[in-house]
């Protein structure tokens, strides 16, 4: 059953700023902040806290119309400072104070041993690690009314300057294995752990027991859930398969190990701009100003919660995302350069080999800026998106697809495959600048929403 | 570069939203844009960083891979122009001769174009597009030397406008505009660009005895109908002043032609540029020759005139076929944009060139025409290997 693949398409974007395999100790953050922006997909979101309370780690503080068992929940124990809102009353962040010491609600342990589907499902979706449970097609909050075909977990992450997972996980295995043997619940499929072959199996995923292990080697997006899925079991119109990310797999198993939800995890701090890089335990929502302000190596930065394909911009004072295990920092790249189109340069990363561009001679990492290196144009070249993505999908017929908002040819295309992460690449590597990831999304609304 | 920088910085108002010449925007931009690399930064979702490649890179090292052409047809119009003469000349004079009969072709293909272009992107609001620098150069090189100069500036006007801007501009025109403006005059004003005459630029002196100016197509051609052998015909056409047909010297490139299109040695210098910086796709190139080959042998198979048993190693260097294949087929807008698809046009650019050279008597060469044709049918190839993918999706679904 389970399977070894090897792909060849894509690029491993090597940056300058990778964090050392070491615990770096930072002054814990005060303020935390869960941010409904970070959920894809929902609609309706209806706060369920004011100003003022406090609340514990674990406490309900939002939830969605639209899907109205998942709890969305507070990471951390303390009073509510802020509910922000922005235009038309967009529900932006909720900003929690917190306690020196962490309350944990009591949500009770979990004996998977005895437990029925329906009551795991209603406890998991109350216990605030739902969220974690991402359905595909469309990379949307799965629902709880629905039972998957399968369930995949990538166990390493091949983005720029990602995290170790096997590091991120040390000591947590009982946990791990927790998650899994819960998620083996939520489906009559197979739950699939997809790890890293060209490492040798660390001890944490190696000795995982229930589900099926396939490997999957070489470059980036070789570790994105998406196309390992795609080469093990393809997506058609009408399956429903559901992903969870392994800090996510951990955080169930914390919930039915001690029955409470601790979404304390350890994230990588990466990018060229931190001078202090490695490893640190946080919580979910996190501040990053104590980790970010007096560790910088110049002034003029990007503070991005996640890795630099698909991460967010945040403020110095921003928070540490739902989904993000990293925070990177590059620098601003708000400069003209004279003729920087013409000169040749090794030092300027380009999947390219166009003339002058030859970083392709230098091997060793890039300091990259946020510089779009030139301005939005037409699809123009082709045969670039195919080399970056390597699933059996017609990149550009179908971004071209999306953008006539056609629905027959989107869908047919391959459209229920993918998600913003897996044309990552493609949107670094396009000559013409579009906003791929993007225009995904909005497909993905349009068969969703219509 | 400051100083630069605060020029275009002290006129920037006049361009902005309420300044005098808002309208102009674009080409303010445009301007700035090819002097400084753009201060753009990354939105603050989605890809925080992105490729250092920019189309205009892209662009120019198209251009770049054009050089060798060009200066390889200024010195070889100036070679024949001295050959024909009689005259001697050093190879100084030569290059001197050729710049310029060419270098006045290449600015009014440039300028004209820029112009038409510009006026476009101001009247549409559209940003200016590197497109043009590549279909300037393109439009000159497959220019006969003797070619009238208001006849490249209408040619140059009805490509970019019908064959591009009419579209939506670059990156969204059906044919390559190059090959629009030469077949737009091919068509509106033949003489200038067919026949014995117009291939070698005398200027005001007369060629010498025993001279002829025909292109080895055309050579190869009257082989056919009056039944003598092509290649020995070839072999012997000039041979008497040294400027014969052999494959050598057309393999060179010291035949009259286009500017650019002559040497097939140069063609082949642009190819690796273009292949080795992955900016043009190696499967055309190489099914395009592939298929002038095998159609090449096809007609030997036929060889009901002494041109259709011509060797056809002799095809790939003749006429236009490789500057075409290599330099016009490969614009990735007009061409088959599906890896499969590529293989598939290439093949039939190269196979429909050598048909139309050998059984069409009014077009010598191929070339253009088959670029042209292939360029409407590429949509046709790119949506059957589409339609393979959502099949083999369906199939998936179904199983």
Same mark, same amino acid.
């Given at each position: 059953?389970?399977?070894?693949?090897?792909?060849?398409?894509?690029?491993?974007?090597?940056?300058?700023?990778?964090?050392?395999?070491?615990?770096?100790?930072?002054?814990?953050?005060?303020?935390?902040?869960?941010?409904?922006?970070?959920?894809?997909?929902?609609?309706?979101?209806?706060?369920?806290?004011?100003?003022?309370?406090?609340?514990?780690?674990?406490?309900?503080?939002?939830?969605?119309?639209?899907?109205?068992?998942?709890?969305?929940?507070?990471?951390?124990?303390?009073?509510?400072?802020?509910?922000?809102?922005?235009?038309?009353?967009?529900?932006?962040?909720?900003?929690?104070?917190?306690?020196?010491?962490?309350?944990?609600?009591?949500?009770?342990?979990?004996?998977?041993?005895? =437990?029925?589907?329906?009551?795991?499902?209603?406890?998991?979706?109350?216990?605030?690690?739902?969220?974690?449970?991402?359905?595909?097609?469309?990379?949307?909050?799965?629902?709880? #009314?629905?039972?998957?075909?399968?369930?995949?977990?990538?166990?390493?992450?091949?983005?720029?300057?990602?995290?170790?997972?096997?590091?991120?996980?040390?000591?947590?295995?009982?946990?791990?294995?927790?998650?899994?043997?819960?998620?083996?619940?939520?489906?009559?499929?197979?739950?699939?752990?997809?790890?890293?072959?060209?490492?040798?199996?660390?001890?944490?995923?190696?000795?995982?027991?229930?589900?099926?292990?396939?490997?999957?080697?070489?470059?980036?997006?070789?570790?994105?859930?998406?196309?390992?899925?795609?080469?093990?079991?393809?997506?058609?119109?009408?399956?429903?398969?559901?992903?969870?990310?392994?800090?996510?797999?951990?955080?169930?198993?914390?919930?039915?190990?001690?029955?409470?939800?601790?979404?304390?995890?350890?994230?990588?701090?990466?990018?060229?701009?931190?001078?202090?890089?490695?490893?640190?335990?946080?919580?979910?929502?996190?501040?990053?100003?104590?980790?970010?302000?007096?560790?910088?190596?110049?002034?003029?930065?990007?503070?991005?919660?996640?890795?630099?394909?698909?991460?967010?911009?945040?403020?110095?004072?921003?928070?540490?995302? *739902?989904?993000?295990?990293?925070?990177?920092?590059?620098?601003?790249?708000?400069?003209?350069?004279?003729?920087?189109?013409?000169?040749?340069?090794?030092?300027?990363?380009?999947?390219?080999?166009?003339?002058?561009?030859?970083?392709?001679?230098?091997?060793?990492?890039?300091?990259?800026?946020?510089?779009?290196?030139?301005?939005?144009?037409?699809?123009?070249?082709?045969?670039?998106?195919?080399?970056?993505?390597?699933?059996?999908?017609?990149?550009?017929?179908?971004?071209?697809?999306?953008?006539?908002?056609?629905?027959?040819?989107?869908?047919?295309?391959?459209? *229920?495959?993918?998600?913003?992460?897996?044309?990552?690449?493609?949107?670094?590597?396009?000559?013409?600048?579009?906003?791929?990831?993007?225009?995904?999304?909005?497909?993905?609304?349009?068969?969703?929403?219509? | 570069?400051?100083?630069?920088?605060?020029?275009?910085?002290? =006129?920037?108002?006049?361009?902005?939203?309420?300044?005098?010449?808002?309208?102009?925007?674009?080409?303010?931009?445009?301007?700035?844009?090819?002097?400084?690399?753009?201060?753009?930064?990354?939105?603050?979702?989605?890809?925080?960083?992105?490729?250092?490649?920019?189309?205009?890179?892209?662009? =120019?090292?198209?251009?770049?891979?054009?050089?060798?052409?060009?200066?390889?047809?200024?010195?070889?119009?100036?070679?024949?122009?001295?050959?024909?003469?009689?005259?001697?000349?050093?190879?100084?004079?030569?290059?001197?001769?050729? #710049?310029?009969?060419?270098?006045?072709?290449?600015?009014?293909?440039?300028?004209?174009?820029?112009?038409?272009?510009?006026?476009?992107?101001?009247?549409?609001?559209?940003?200016?597009?590197?497109?043009?620098?590549?279909?300037?150069?393109?439009?000159?090189?497959?220019?006969?030397?003797?070619?009238?100069?208001?006849?490249?500036?209408?040619?140059?006007?009805?490509?970019?406008?019908?064959?591009?801007?009419?579209?939506?501009?670059?990156?969204?025109?059906?044919?390559?505009? #190059?090959?629009?403006?030469?077949?737009?005059?091919?068509?509106? *004003?033949?003489?200038?660009?067919?026949?014995?005459?117009?291939?070698?630029?005398?200027?005001?002196?007369?060629?010498?005895?025993?001279?002829?100016?025909?292109?080895?197509?055309?050579?190869?051609?009257?082989?056919?109908?009056?039944?003598?052998?092509?290649?020995?015909?070839?072999?012997?056409?000039?041979?008497?002043?040294?400027?014969?047909?052999?494959?050598?010297?057309?393999?060179?490139?010291?035949?009259?032609?286009?500017?650019?299109?002559?040497?097939?040695?140069? #063609?082949?210098?642009?190819?690796?540029?273009?292949?080795?910086?992955?900016?043009?796709?190696?499967?055309?190139?190489?099914?395009?020759?592939?298929?002038?080959?095998?159609?090449?042998?096809?007609?030997?198979?036929?060889?009901?005139?002494?041109?259709?048993?011509?060797?056809?190693?002799?095809?790939?260097?003749?006429?236009?076929?490789?500057?075409?294949?290599?330099?016009?087929?490969?614009?990735?807008?007009?061409?088959?944009?599906?890896?499969?698809?590529?293989?598939?046009?290439?093949?039939?650019?190269?196979?429909?060139?050598?048909?139309?050279?050998?059984?069409?008597?009014? *077009?010598?060469?191929?070339?253009?025409?088959?670029?042209?044709?292939?360029?409407?049918?590429?949509?046709?190839?790119?949506?059957?290997?589409?339609?393979?993918?959502?099949?083999?999706?369906?199939?998936?679904?179904?199983?």
């Amino acid at each position: 059953m389970s399977k070894t693949v090897k792909l060849r398409k894509g690029f491993d974007i090597n940056l300058v700023g990778k964090a050392a395999k070491e615990m770096v100790e930072f002054a814990p953050a005060q303020t935390f902040a869960v941010k409904p922006t970070d959920f894809v997909g929902l609609q309706r979101p209806k706060v369920l806290v004011n100003e003022g309370d406090t609340v514990k780690a674990g406490t309900p503080i939002f939830f969605d119309k639209a899907m109205e068992q998942v709890k969305f929940v507070a990471p951390v124990s303390g009073e509510i400072i802020e509910v922000k809102r922005g235009e038309k009353r967009k529900l932006l962040e909720i900003r929690i104070l917190a306690d020196k010491e962490i309350a944990y609600e009591d949500l009770g342990r979990i004996d998977l041993s005895k =437990i029925d589907r329906e009551t795991l499902v209603d406890r998991l979706a109350h216990g605030g690690v739902w969220p974690h449970i991402i359905q595909r097609p469309f990379g949307v909050i799965a629902n709880p #009314a629905d039972e998957p075909k399968a369930i995949y977990v990538s166990a390493f992450d091949t983005n720029p300057l990602s995290p170790d997972m096997a590091f991120v996980l040390q000591g947590q295995e009982a946990y791990f294995q927790a998650g899994l043997d819960a998620l083996t619940k939520l489906t009559s499929g197979k739950v699939h752990l997809n790890i890293n072959g060209d490492e040798q199996g660390s001890s944490l995923f190696s000795q995982v027991k229930n589900v099926v292990i396939n490997r999957f080697s070489g470059p980036h997006p070789a570790g994105n859930v998406g196309v390992q899925i795609h080469h093990l079991d393809p997506i058609n119109k009408g399956d429903l398969v559901w992903t969870v990310n392994p800090v996510g797999v951990t955080q169930i198993g914390k919930l039915v190990l001690e029955g409470k939800y601790d979404a304390s995890k350890i994230i990588a701090l990466t990018g060229s701009e931190l001078s202090k890089r490695g490893y640190v335990k946080t919580i979910s929502g996190s501040a990053v100003t104590n980790y970010v302000k007096g560790n910088l190596q110049s002034g003029h930065i990007r503070v991005i919660s996640g890795n630099v394909l698909t991460g967010e911009k945040i403020s110095m004072e921003g928070y540490l995302g *739902y989904y993000h295990n990293q925070i990177t920092v590059i620098p601003e790249g708000d400069y003209e350069e004279f003729l920087g189109w013409l000169k040749p340069t090794t030092s300027k990363l380009s999947f390219h080999k166009a003339i002058g561009m030859l970083s392709f001679l230098n091997k060793g990492e890039f300091k990259v800026d946020t510089n779009t290196h030139g301005e939005e144009r037409p699809f123009v070249v082709s045969g670039v998106f195919e080399k970056v993505l390597p699933m059996d999908i017609l990149p550009t017929y179908l971004f071209k697809a999306i953008h006539a908002e056609d629905f027959d040819e989107m869908e047919q295309l391959g459209l *229920y495959e993918i998600i913003e992460e897996d044309v990552a690449l493609c949107e670094f590597v396009d000559p013409s600048k579009n906003d791929l990831q993007e225009l995904v999304r909005s497909g993905i609304e349009l068969l969703m929403y219509s | 570069m400051k100083a630069l920088q605060n020029l275009f910085d002290s =006129i920037k108002p006049n361009f902005e939203k309420g300044g005098k010449w808002e309208k102009f925007h674009t080409l303010y931009e445009g301007h700035r844009t090819i002097a400084f690399a753009p201060d753009l930064t990354t939105k603050a979702t989605g890809a925080q960083i992105k490729d250092a490649t920019d189309l205009k890179r892209v662009m =120019i090292t198209v251009v770049i891979a054009m050089v060798p052409a060009l200066l390889f047809g200024i010195l070889n119009i100036g070679h024949q122009h001295f050959m024909a003469t009689g005259e001697a000349a050093t190879w100084i004079d030569k290059a001197v001769f050729g #710049a310029i009969s060419v270098l006045p072709i290449l600015i009014v293909s440039y300028a004209v174009g820029l112009l038409t272009e510009f006026t476009f992107c101001v009247i549409r609001n559209h940003p200016i597009s590197e497109g043009y620098l590549v279909t300037g150069m393109l439009i000159a090189l497959v220019m006969p030397p003797y070619i009238p100069l208001w006849q490249v500036a209408l040619a140059t006007i009805f490509a970019v406008v019908i064959g591009k801007e009419v579209f939506g501009g670059t990156g969204m025109n059906i044919l390559n505009v #190059a090959m629009t403006a030469r077949a737009f005059l091919y068509f509106a *004003y033949p003489a200038q660009i067919s026949g014995d005459q117009v291939w070698t630029y005398l200027a005001d002196k007369t060629a010498v005895d025993g001279y002829s100016g025909a292109t080895a197509l055309a050579v190869a051609y009257n082989a056919g109908v009056e039944g003598v052998d092509a290649g020995e015909a070839l072999a012997q056409h000039n041979a008497s002043i040294g400027a014969d047909f052999s494959f050598m010297n057309m393999f060179m490139g010291w035949i009259p032609g286009s500017i650019g299109e002559t040497s097939t040695l140069m #063609a082949l210098i642009g190819a690796v540029i273009l292949i080795g910086t992955g900016v043009a796709s190696w499967k055309i190139i190489v099914s395009g020759f592939g298929g002038a080959y095998v159609m090449g042998l096809v007609m030997n198979l036929f060889a009901a005139n002494e041109f259709m048993a011509m060797a056809p190693h002799l095809h790939l260097v003749m006429g236009g076929l490789a500057f075409g294949v290599v330099f016009m087929a490969t614009d990735p807008v007009s061409a088959s944009q599906t890896e499969t698809g590529k293989w598939i046009y290439g093949f039939l650019i190269g196979a429909l060139t050598i048909i139309i050279r050998v059984t069409n008597p009014a *077009y010598p060469e191929g070339i253009m025409l088959a670029v042209l044709l292939m360029n409407v049918f590429a949509p046709l190839i790119d949506y059957y290997v589409v339609k393979a993918n959502k099949t083999r999706r369906l199939q998936r679904a179904t199983v």
